[in-house]
């Protein structure tokens, strides 16, 4: 038996966690902080957390009604359709839906780089295939990143699906919603425009949920990951045109969100102080990092701040062996580059010390 040829296929490599670096150091996991995925410092909503034990006894039947729950509760939250709502085994599960629901054999995507990597692996899981456009713009010393309608458009050669981060991953920057719909408008008629605000409570700009009425080309990706703190429970769900009508129900896996997972959704969704707080914290943190940190940062809207420090790669052993886990932006195509998580005030402040005396030594 033959695989089909999965050699353009990619893994995702996440950032490592506490545990595994802890073993391979032969240290204390107690000795670290983790900053280099982007998750909730602050943990879960307690209400969140309390919902998922309550979960447990009812895991013997499928999630029926709580995923309608679910459903409505964000339809309502975002004043759209039931039908608009897509719920996915997170924010990744709900870009395959968008794959599944759009592309035919061979059709291409454009995508970011750098970038995150799963659009460009959902989209050859879906038999697509995959083009860049580049964010990196202009000649300032040592990236320039401009995310407008033009650095889209530029590469854009007929793509069936064009995917927007905003805020980006890793950069932090964002794109306008005049540049959004630019994007949509210049675009071909069949090409959709996916919008992906897994960062889009940490920015006060304005979610491009508000164009989904009146055009039928684009879709928002938002998620439980980041802000909500529930990344372990995998809970993510794209908003989608109404036109689309009742296509989720035809290319969604039964039951794409567990029992688990709608519970602690619904529950989340009522703790708006547990994301106000979590806000509060990221804005404290962001600053202070930008402030603080002895390199040059870019200006961020989401959870993290993005450094130049000129060898990642090294910078990222020398924190790590301190104790502290950044990501080195290599993978992405930035080996100058650490992208630091906000973490609490503490966390923050041990990052910032700690990397500015490895950036001191070298
Ligand atoms: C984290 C993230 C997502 C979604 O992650 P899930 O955990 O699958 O919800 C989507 N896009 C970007 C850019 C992200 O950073």
């Not at 083009?131 to 995310?147: M, N």
């Not at 959709?192 to 700009?205: K, N």
């Not at 870019?298 to 790669?313: I, K, M, P, R």
């Amino acid at each position: 038996m033959q695989l089909r040829d999965l050699s353009d296929h990619v893994e995702y490599r996440a950032g490592r966690g506490i545990e595994e670096v802890a073993r391979e150091l032969g240290r204390d996991p107690s000795e670290f902080v983790k900053l280099s995925s982007n998750e909730n410092p602050h943990g879960p909503s307690p209400k969140a957390e309390a919902a998922i034990r309550d979960a447990a006894a009812e895991v013997h039947r499928y999630p029926k009604a709580v995923h309608a729950d679910l459903t409505d509760a964000l339809a309502e939250r975002w004043d759209v359709g039931a039908e608009q709502v897509w719920l996915g085994n997170g924010g990744d599960g709900a870009l395959d839906y968008l794959a599944r629901a759009t592309l035919d054999p061979g059709d291409r995507v454009l995508v970011p780089t750098p970038g995150f990597t799963y659009y460009g692996m959902s989209a050859r899981f879906h038999h697509g295939n995959v083009a860049e456009y580049d964010v990196r713009r202009g000649e300032a010393a040592p990236e320039a990143f401009a995310l407008t309608a033009d650095t889209v458009l530029d590469a854009y050669d007929g793509e069936r699906v064009v995917y927007l981060t905003s805020p980006h991953n890793p950069t932090g920057d964002r794109f306008s919603l005049d540049a959004v719909e630019t994007v949509a408008d210049e675009t071909g008629e069949d090409a959709l425009v996916v919008v992906d605000e897994a960062y889009g409570e940490f920015t006060d700009a304005p979610s491009a949920v508000s164009l989904l009425g009146d055009r039928d080309d684009v879709a928002v990706l938002r998620t439980f990951s980041k802000a909500y703190g529930l990344a372990g429970v995998r809970l993510g769900y794209a908003l989608t045109p109404p036109a689309w009508g009742d296509a989720y129900a035809r290319v969604q896996t039964p039951f794409a969100a567990s029992a688990v997972a709608c519970r602690a959704g619904l529950a989340a969704l009522d703790d708006d102080d547990h994301v106000e707080q979590t806000v509060d914290s990221v804005t404290w943190s962001r600053r202070h990092l930008a402030e603080e940190l002895d390199a040059r940062t870019y200006e961020s809207h989401a959870n993290f701040v993005l450094a130049h420090v000129g060898d990642a790669t090294a910078v990222t052993e020398a924190a790590k062996r301190a104790g502290v886990l950044v990501r080195d932006c290599t993978s992405f195509g930035l080996p100058e580059h650490v992208r630091v998580t906000c973490g609490t005030r503490e966390e923050t402040e041990r990052a910032v010390d700690v990397l500015n005396e490895v950036l001191a030594d070298r």
